[in-house]
C-alpha cells in the first residue's frame, strides 16, 4: 500500500476509535478513569507511530515475516515475554493468586518451566534451520505439501483458540475499564491489530511487545513493590496478614482443589510444559534474531523476565489479598466489621460470610484484583495506568498472533503448498490479505462467543501445540527415521483425540454444553493427545517404506550438520 | 551444501565433539528440568501435606520457597545452558565453519 494510502488508514483508525470512544463514555454516562483514557490514547498513537516507522522498513517477505533477522537476543527476549505475558496472566493469574492463593503458583509454575526445554532442545537447530515459520524446520527434509498442511492446521488452530479467548477477554476487560460497549472494543482491539500487523510486519510486533513489556513488568513492579513496603518487605507479615482475613485462612499457603488427582495434574503439566514449546507466534520470533547465539540468549532474558514476573504477581495477589481489607468500597453489597480485633470484609446480608477471596464478590469479578490493587496502594492515577498497560497487553499479544496465522496461510499454505513458483511481491500481497482475514474472523469470533464460556480454549490451545506443533518438531529434529507419511498421519491423530477428549472432558460437556455430568473425568487431554503423536508416528514411520520415506531419512544428515553448526542458516539482512 | 562436504563435516573429529557435548548437556538438563517439575507435580498430587507444613514459628509454608524455588532453578537452568552454549559450542562451531565454508 501506498504511504498515503497508510497515513489515511492510521487516521481513520484514530478518528473512528476516538469517535466510538467518546461517544460510549458520552452515552454510557459512567466517570471513567482520566488517566486510563489518556494513557491509552498515548499507547495507541506510540504504536501507530511504530506502525508508521516499521511500514517503511518493511519492504521484503524476510522484513515481513522476520523484521529482517537483525533484532538482538535482549529485545527478543523482552518481545517473548511480551508475547507470553497476556493479560490473561497478569489479571488471570493476580485474580486466582486473589481466590485461592498458593493454586494460582502452580499455574505460573506450569506456564514457566517449558522454557527451559524451549531453550534446550528447540531454540538452536529452529535458528538454524528455520527461515519464517516454524514449518521451515519440520519440512526441511520431509515433503513440503503434506507437512506444511499438517503444520498450518496445528498454527491455525492453536492461532483461533488462543485468539478467541484473548479477544472475549479483551472485550470483556475494556467494557469494564473504559466503559465501552462488548462490540466496540472487540472491533477496536481488532482494528489496531490488523493496522500494526498489515502494515508494520514483525518490526511493529516486535517493538510494540517490547514496549508492552517493559510496561507490564514496570507497573508491576511497582505494584509488588508498594505491596511490600506496607508490610515492610516482610514477607511472613504479608502472608499472615492475608490469611487472617482471607475466607479460606491458613488454606491459601498450601495447594488446594485445583490440582486433584494426579492424572489431571500431570496431563496439563505436560500441555503447559510442552504447549509453551509448539505455540507458533512464539516459534516464530527465533527467526528474529541473526544467530543461534542471540536465539539462546533471547530464551535466557525471556525466562528471566517471565520467572520475575511470574512472581510478582504472588505477590500482587497476597497484596490484594491483604490490602483490601480497608476498601469495602472495591466489593459489591458488603461492609467492613471488627470481629476479636481482625478486620474483615463480610456480606452486608450475612455477617458470617467472608466476602475476602470470593470469586464474585469484587466489583467487576476476580479478574480486576490486579487493578483495584492498583488503587488501593497508587491512587486513581495508578489505577488508569494499569488499566491501559492491561489494554496494551491485549492487543500486543492479539498482533503476535496475527501475524503468526497470517505468516502460516502466506508462507506455508500459499507460497509453498498452492502457488506454482515462488514470485515474493504475491507473497506478501497474501500476507496482508491474511492479515485483514484473520483480524476480521478474530473479531466475528470474538462478537459471537461473547455469552460462551472461552476458559477452556487456552488449555486446548496449549493441548494441541503440545501434541501436534511440538512432537513433530522434536522428531524432525533429531530422529532420522521420522517420514512424512508418520509425520503427517502421527499428528493429525493427535489433533483429532486431543479435540475429541476435550469436547467429552468437564471442561466443555459439562461447563458450555451444560451437561451434568462429563463423559470422562480428565479435564487437559495432552497425556493421551501427546502419546498418540508420539506413538503413531513413530510407528508409521518405522512401517514405511515409500520412496519418499527413502528421501526423508536420507535428507537428515545434511540437516543434522546444519542444525548443529549453522552452516548454511539464514542471515540478517542489513537496512 | 555439497554432499561430499557434508560427509567430511560429519567425520571431523571436532563435529563429533560438538554434537557429542551438547547431546550430552541438553539431554542432562532436559531431564534435571523435568525432574524438579513433574516432582514438583507429584508432590502436589500425593502429598499435600508434605509442602503445608510451616517453615519455622510463622505461617509461611514450606510449599512456597519450594514453588519460588521451581521457578528460580528452571530461570538459572537456562542460565547454566547458555554459559556451556557460549564456553564450549561456539568455539568448536566456529573451528568447523572455518575449515568448511571456504569450500562451499
Known sequence: MSKKGLIFWILSVILVGGAFLSNSMAADGKTVNPTAIAMFILFVVATLGITYWAAKRTRTAKDFYTAGGGITGFQNGLAIAGDYMSAASFLGIAGLVYTSGYDGLLYSIGFLVGWPIVMFLLSEPLRNLGKYTFADVTSFRLEQKRIRILAAIGSLSVVTFYLIAQMVGAGKLIQLLFGLPYTTAVIIVGALMITYVAFGGMLATTWIQIVKAVLLLGGASFMAFMVLIHFGFSFESLFSTATKVHAKGEAILAPGGLVSDPLNAISLGLALMFGTAGLPHILMRFFTVPNAKEARKSVFYATGFIGYFYILTFIIGFGAIALFVNHPEYFQNAKQIVVDGITKIVSATDETKNLIGDKKALVGGENMAAVLLAEAVGGPAFMGFISAVAFATILAVVAGLTLAGASTLSHDLYANVIAKEKDEQKEMKVSKIATFAIGILAIVLGIVFEKQNVAFMVGLAFAIAASVNFPILLLSIYWKGLTTKGAFWGGLAGLIVALVLIVISPTVWVDVFKNPEPIIKLKNPAIFSMLTTFVLTILISKLDNSERAKLDREGFEPQYVRAQTGIGAETAVKH | ?104
Open chain 2, 1 to 104: 551444501m555439497d554432499r561430499a562436504i557434508m560427509e567430511k563435516i560429519k567425520n571431523d573429529p571436532d563435529f563429533q565433539k560438538l554434537v557429542s557435548k551438547r547431546n550430552s548437556v541438553m539431554i542432562t538438563l532436559t531431564v534435571i528440568e523435568l525432574i524438579i517439575y513433574f516432582g514438583f507435580i507429584l508432590l502436589v498430587a500425593f502429598n499435600k501435606q508434605f509442602l503445608a507444613q510451616k517453615l519455622g514459628e510463622g505461617v509461611i509454608t514450606i510449599g512456597i520457597p519450594i514453588g519460588i524455588g521451581v521457578i528460580v532453578l528452571s530461570f538459572l537452568l537456562t542460565g547454566v545452558y547458555v554459559y556451556i552454549a557460549n564456553k564450549d559450542f561456539d568455539e568448536l562451531t566456529e573451528k568447523i565453519k572455518q575449515k568448511y565454508t571456504k569450500e562451499v
